[in-house]
């Protein structure tokens, strides 16, 4: 993570940065640029994110292309390809302001070839594209703490540079081509939801054997089978608490983007399949806005087992 002071002291003014997409992940990527000296302008269709940004000194604008005018930089923190488009290329999009040279930072998760053809197509403006998921969760994205698995031009990274050390305790430079931080991003995203429903599973199985849930974790976390998912994960569950942190939809979304790829490559994930196939049962279950462990709780409701917060 980049200490304010020393960066300020590189460049004393460090520029104007637009971040799209307010959200727990956006909001704290905001906050870390803010701290860093940037002048952040923030914009998102929640007001209530907007006036979280506001309060901590960071300026408000009502579409895309008014934050992006006479930015350095668009930080876009949307959930999907879909609306990575919309917020470059659609009515009041950035790609109408966005000054010439400066860089868009997409950290949507998404299919490498969409990747590929919006920065070929934003390109083409002469603005810089760098492709640049991300990875760590909204803790460590307000900490400027985040894995960034980013993929460029030269020049789309030293334009980056800064915001990118600003908001990152770990930057990865995978290429000089867009799409191939996206495809890291994806083999990050089918260990993660693979982890999380096995962790669903496990945990959850532990219960039904009349096992002290609370020890299990304490156990596992010890033990050769934990994963950063169990030990991060099912302290939700000890404590009967599904606020989103990380929504159940985003790993159907994730996951669904994992078969496209794989049924395009010929290449069997059914390892995969078969956890995208329980998100979907708790997305079906009214679950998809909460937290990605309500897997847990669709084996509990299955099964009849009792755990924390659920009738049993």
Same mark, same amino acid.
């Given at each position: 993570?980049?200490?304010?002071?020393?960066?300020?002291? +590189?460049?004393?003014?460090?520029?104007?940065?637009?971040?799209?997409? &307010?959200?727990?992940?956006?909001?704290?990527?905001?906050?870390?640029?803010?701290?860093?000296?940037?002048?952040?302008?923030?914009?998102? #269709?929640?007001?209530?994110?907007? !006036?979280?940004?506001?309060?901590?000194?960071?300026? $408000? %604008?009502?579409?895309?292309?008014?934050?992006?005018? /006479?930015?350095?930089?668009? #930080?876009?923190?949307?959930? @999907? %390809? %879909?609306? =990575?488009?919309?917020?470059?290329?659609?009515?009041?999009?950035?790609?109408?302001?966005?000054?010439?040279?400066?860089?868009?930072?997409?950290?949507?998760?998404?299919?490498?070839?969409?990747?590929?053809? &919006? %920065?070929?197509?934003?390109?083409? =403006?002469?603005?810089?594209?760098?492709?640049?998921?991300?990875?760590?969760?909204?803790?460590?994205?307000?900490?400027?703490?985040?894995?960034?698995? +980013?993929?460029?031009?030269?020049?789309?990274?030293?334009?980056?540079?800064?915001?990118? /050390?600003?908001?990152?305790?770990?930057?990865?430079?995978?290429?000089?081509?867009?799409?191939?931080?996206?495809?890291?991003?994806?083999? @990050?995203?089918?260990?993660?939801?693979?982890?999380?429903? +096995?962790?669903?599973?496990?945990?959850?199985?532990?219960?039904?054997?009349?096992?002290?849930?609370?020890?299990?974790?304490?156990?596992?976390? !010890?033990?050769?089978? @934990?994963?950063?998912?169990?030990?991060?994960? #099912?302290?939700?569950?000890?404590?009967?608490?599904? =606020?989103?942190? $990380?929504? #159940? /939809?985003?790993?159907?979304?994730?996951?669904?983007?994992?078969?496209?790829?794989?049924?395009?490559?010929?290449?069997?994930?059914?390892?995969?399949?078969?956890?995208?196939?329980?998100?979907?049962?708790?997305? !079906?279950?009214?679950?998809?806005?909460?937290?990605?462990?309500?897997? !847990?709780?669709?084996?509990?409701? @299955?099964?009849?087992?009792?755990?924390?917060?659920?009738?049993?």
């Amino acid at each position: 993570m980049t200490d304010p002071a020393k960066a300020a002291s +590189a460049d004393s003014r460090l520029g104007r940065i637009a971040v799209i997409g &307010l959200g727990s992940m956006g909001l704290g990527m905001a906050l870390s640029l803010k701290r860093a000296g940037f002048d952040v302008v923030g914009c998102d #269709v929640s007001a209530d994110a907007v !006036a979280r940004l506001v309060a901590e000194k960071g300026r $408000s %604008a009502a579409t895309p292309a008014e934050a992006a005018r /006479d930015a350095d930089a668009v #930080v876009s923190v949307v959930v @999907n %390809a %879909a609306q =990575t488009e919309t917020i470059l290329f659609g009515p009041q999009g950035v790609a109408e302001t966005l000054p010439k040279g400066a860089v868009f930072i997409s950290s949507a998760t998404m299919d490498p070839d969409i990747a590929r053809r &919006l %920065a070929k197509q934003l390109e083409a =403006t002469g603005r810089h594209y760098l492709d640049a998921p991300i990875s760590g969760g909204a803790q460590r994205a307000a900490q400027g703490e985040l894995t960034v698995l +980013a993929s460029g031009s030269k020049a789309a990274f030293a334009k980056a540079r800064l915001a990118l /050390d600003a908001m990152s305790a770990k930057l990865y430079e995978l290429g000089d081509e867009p799409g191939q931080g996206a495809a890291f991003k994806m083999i @990050n995203q089918l260990l993660a939801g693979v982890h999380i429903a +096995a962790a669903s599973e496990a945990i959850t199985f532990a219960a039904k054997q009349g096992l002290d849930i609370r020890k299990v974790y304490d156990v596992i976390t !010890a033990s050769a089978g @934990n994963s950063w998912m169990f030990e991060n994960r #099912v302290p939700h569950v000890l404590d009967g608490d599904y =606020t989103p942190r $990380s929504a #159940v /939809d985003i790993f159907v979304k994730d996951l669904g983007i994992i078969q496209d790829m794989a049924r395009n490559a010929k290449y069997p994930v059914p390892v995969a399949a078969a956890a995208l196939q329980m998100f979907l049962m708790a997305s !079906a279950s009214g679950m998809g806005r909460d937290d990605d462990i309500s897997v !847990a709780r669709v084996y509990a409701r @299955n099964t009849g087992t009792k755990i924390p917060g659920e009738p049993g």
